[in-house]
């Protein structure tokens, strides 16, 4: 089946003119071109889907270490209540929870939604169980606190720990939100990488797009140009005057002698051989004529000369 599909596909092209054939031809071949550039388009989105999912991967790792800073600012306030319970103390401490357990419900609802697969989803409902209880237990921790504020009286050696303490938490507070505007700052950075990158993935696969078709379409009509000047239009007019010789003309200008091609190659053959045409239809007509005619008169001797041509003496020898 596939070689006499392939015998008569064969069979078919043999008919076609050379114009169609070329045609044929410069369409197949902007058909490659345009497969190939398909490909590397396609291969170049892929790669940008993938820098896409890089970098949300990223994001969902920062807001989850970011979620762990919020926990442990927590349980600091927990531990500064516990050695401290005085009602300053205690209102520091609740203002540090508050803002931290509001980041991280807000964190931990972007990576929720960010979540792609079921295995995902179970971890965070885990953590998100676990959280809730603990939240549970740190409110319960400080209404406990506030209830016996004012019954703990510290010792002058607690009250000097405790004053150590705060001294290094004064410094260690604004470390630790220089550390949290860095990391802020990278995660901004690192955002607008993965949008520059996106957009410059987007700006190629354009840019091949649009060189992609501008080439195949400008090659397609330098293609159809070259092949009518250079081959469809020179071959015609040599076919032309071939059937004109063929119907009895014998004054033909052979068109493309002058080429240094094939095609010049084949006029100058065939203007060889017009010319031998000619020559033998000059001939021919010239026998046509005579024999119209008739064959030329022979000229009749003259007598009188041929009587004086009689009487001239001989010559005289001499001794």
């Not at 306030?77 to 803002?99: G, L, M, Q, W």
């Not at 007509?285 to 008169?297: D, M, N, T």
Request: charge should be positive; include cysteine.
């Amino acid at each position: 089946m596939a070689a006499d599909y392939v015998g008569k596909t064969i069979m078919k092209l043999r008919n076609l003119k050379i114009g169609a054939k070329l045609l044929l031809l410069i369409g197949l071949m902007s058909l490659v071109t345009a497969t190939v550039a398909g490909v590397g388009i396609t291969r170049i989105a892929a790669l940008n889907v993938g820098l896409q999912d890089v970098g949300k991967d990223d994001g969902m790792s920062l807001l989850g270490a970011q979620m762990n800073q919020n926990l442990i600012m927590m349980t600091r306030s927990e531990f500064r209540v516990a050695s401290d319970p005085s009602a300053e103390t205690i209102a520091s401490a609740k203002d540090i929870a508050k803002t931290n357990r509001k980041q991280f419900d807000e964190r931990f609802d972007k990576i929720m939604a960010g979540a792609t697969t079921q295995s995902e989803k179970a971890q965070l409902q885990t953590i998100g169980q676990a959280y809730r209880t603990y939240t549970d237990s740190l409110d319960q921790t400080y209404a406990a606190v506030e209830q016996v504020a004012g019954q703990v009286t510290l010792s002058d050696a607690q009250k000097k720990i405790h004053m150590l303490v705060e001294s290094d938490r004064k410094t260690a507070d604004p470390l630790l939100a220089d550390i949290r505007t860095y990391v802020a700052h990278l995660d901004a950075q690192s955002q607008k990488t993965n949008t520059g990158a996106t957009m410059a993935g987007k700006a190629a696969i354009a840019v091949m797009l649009v060189v992609a078709l501008g080439g195949i379409g400008m090659g397609f009509v330098i293609g159809i140009i070259f092949a009518r000047l250079q081959l469809v239009r020179p071959i015609t007019q040599l076919t032309t005057a071939m059937e004109a010789v063929a119907r009895g003309a014998d004054n033909i200008d052979v068109p493309g002698s002058d080429r240094g091609d094939e095609i010049g190659a084949m006029s100058r053959a065939f203007g060889d051989n017009a010319e031998r045409v000619a020559k033998l239809a000059e001939r021919q007509r010239e026998q046509e004529v005579l024999a119209v005619q008739g064959p030329p008169r022979k000229r009749r001797p003259n007598p009188s000369r041929c009587r004086r041509r009689r009487m001239r003496p001989a010559p005289m020898l001499h001794r």
